[in-house]
């Protein structure tokens, strides 16, 4: 059974910092592509950073792009997402997914082209000014 958490939500303050986890179970993490997505009220789902299997392929949104940082612990089995100078426009439901795809080794950040099939449930983080 394929199961994807994450955690490490929560509130802080603009210029803050946060680091959301992604655990991942019921399959080896290095034969996927996994992204992270997130989702702010009233708005579309869009792709916040991605890393293709074999690691190799490292994609992450312009909005973000120096403020992120993806990384993945083959050994625990848990990928992350370290994100710096944080902004009330990065308030969203941040979730985490995998790509079990045969494309996986170049990850994408689109979220709605059917690669990602397996989503976790999501984390909040909220930003304030």
């Known amino acids: 059974q394929l199961q994807l958490v994450e955690s490490g939500g929560g509130l802080v303050q603009s210029g803050g910092s946060l680091r959301l986890s992604c655990a991942v179970s019921g399959f080896t993490l290095d034969a996927y592509g996994i992204g992270w997505f997130r989702q702010a009220p009233g708005k579309e789902r869009e792709g916040v950073s991605c890393?293709?299997?074999?690691?190799?392929?490292?994609n992450y949104a312009d909005s973000v792009k120096g403020r992120f940082t993806m990384s993945r612990d083959h050994v625990k089995k848990m990928v992350y997402l370290q994100m710096y100078s944080l902004k009330p426009e990065d308030t969203a439901v941040y979730y985490c997914a995998a790509d079990r795809t045969l494309s996986a080794n170049v990850c994408t950040i689109e979220p709605n082209n059917g690669r990602y099939y397996y989503w976790g449930q999501g984390t909040q983080v909220t930003v304030s000014s």
């Open positions: 890393i293709g299997r074999g690691g190799v392929s490292i």
